[in-house]
C-alpha cells in the first residue's frame, strides 16, 4: 500500500509535526501523552503471522533469537499485540512513509494511528530549541538499559538532576519496569527501551496524566563522543557560559558552532566566530 493510499483507507489519519506544541500543552495541563516510532525492528515483530510467518522471520532475521537488537526475541505474540494496541492508541506514531514494508504491516494488521510523524523526528529532538527547554524545565524519568549513564551526561550537559532512572534489558523485564516507573514523582519520562518502549509508553500514558517519549536512539548520538555527531549535541537554547573551541550552541532556535580557537563567552547571534550550522 503506498502512503498516499493508506490515508484513503485510514481517513482518520492526520500527519502531524506539531508535536512539541502538543508535548507542551499536555505538560502543562497535566495530561497523558505517548510518542512511539515504528522503526525496522518493530515491523518484524509485527510481522509475526501476519505478514510472515514465524519460521521465516527466523530463519532470515539474524538478530530475531537474541534481545541485543531491540531487547525481545521471537517468537513473542504477546508483544506484537501490546505493540499493536499502542500504535492504534498512542497520541503520536512515527513511521517511515511510503516504505513498503511499514505500509504492509499497518494494512496487515488493520491499524490506523491518530496522528503520525516521521519515524526520526524523535531522534532530531535533541537538536531543537524548544525541546531542550522542556528538559531544563520538568522533572525527567528516564528508563533504558543505559538509563544511569544518560542520566550522568544530563547533570554534566544540561545541569539537569533528572528524579530517577529505571533499567530494562528485556521484554521480560517489561511489568517491573513499569512498576518501577510508578514508584517515581515525575512529569516527563523519556524511553530507551528498544521494542519494549512501545508498550511502556502507551500502557504507562493510560495509568496516569504524564508525557511519555519514546527516545530510541537519540541519547546515543546526544551523548556520543563529541567530534563525531556535534550536530546532536543537547544544549540549553542560550547560556551564559563559556563555550570551547567546536562546541556548540543554541540560540533562537539556530544551532551555532564555536569556529575558533578560543574560549568563547559571547551572543552567537552578535559575535562572527560563531557559525551557524541548521536552522531548527
Not at 484513503?8 to 502543562?28: G, R, W
Not at 494511528?113 to 519515524?119: F, G, K, S
Not at 547533570?155 to 516507573?181: A, P
Amino acid at each position: 500500500m503506498s502512503f498516499q493510499n493508506y490515508f484513503c483507507h485510514f481517513p482518520s489519519v492526520k500527519y502531524n509535526d506539531h508535536y512539541l506544541v502538543d508535548i507542551k500543552e499536555a505538560l502543562k495541563n497535566k495530561q497523558p501523552y505517548s510518542w512511539i516510532r515504528i522503526g525496522d525492528g518493530e515491523l518484524v515483530f509485527l510481522q509475526q503471522e501476519y505478514v510472515r510467518p514465524i519460521h521465516e522471520i527466523l530463519a532470515t532475521v539474524g538478530w530475531a533469537s537474541g534481545i541485543g537488537y531491540c531487547g525481545a526475541t521471537i517468537p513473542n505474540t504477546r508483544l506484537r499485540d501490546r505493540m499493536i494496541e499502542a500504535i492504534k492508541n498512542s497520541s503520536m506514531v512515527g513511521i517511515f512513509q511510503g516504505d513498503p514494508p511499514t505500509m504492509e504491516a499497518l494494512e496487515k494488521i488493520n491499524v490506523a494511528p491518530d496522528n503520525i510523524c516521521y519515524a526520526f523526528d524523535n531522534v532530531f529532538l535533541p537538536m531543537n530549541a524548544d525541546y531542550v527547554n522542556i528538559l531544563l524545565k520538568y522533572k525527567i524519568l528516564l528508563v533504558g538499559q543505559k538509563s544511569q549513564f544518560y542520566a550522568q551526561k544530563f547533570k554534566e550537559i544540561l545541569n539537569v538532576d533528572v528524579v530517577g532512572t529505571v533499567g530494562i534489558d528485556s521484554y521480560d523485564d517489561i511489568d517491573e519496569c513499569m512498576y518501577q516507573m510508578a514508584q517515581y514523582d515525575y512529569e516527563l519520562a523519556l524511553v530507551s527501551a528498544g521494542v519494549n518502549a512501545k508498550v511502556i509508553c502507551y500502557e504507562m500514558s493510560t495509568r496516569n496524566n504524564k508525557v511519555f517519549l519514546d527516545m530510541g536512539h537519540a541519547w546515543d548520538n546526544a551523548f556520543h563522543p563529541k567530534g563525531m555527531y556535534d550536530e546532536y549535541w543537547l544544549i540549553p537554547a542560550w547560556q551564559d557560559k563559556y563555550f570551547q573551541p567546536g562546541e556548540l550552541a543554541i540560540y533562537d532556535n539556530k544551532l551555532y558552532k564555536n569556529t575558533c580557537n578560543e574560549i568563547l563567552n559571547s551572543n552567537p547571534v552578535q559575535d562572527p566566530r560563531w557559525l551557524v550550522l541548521e536552522n531548527l
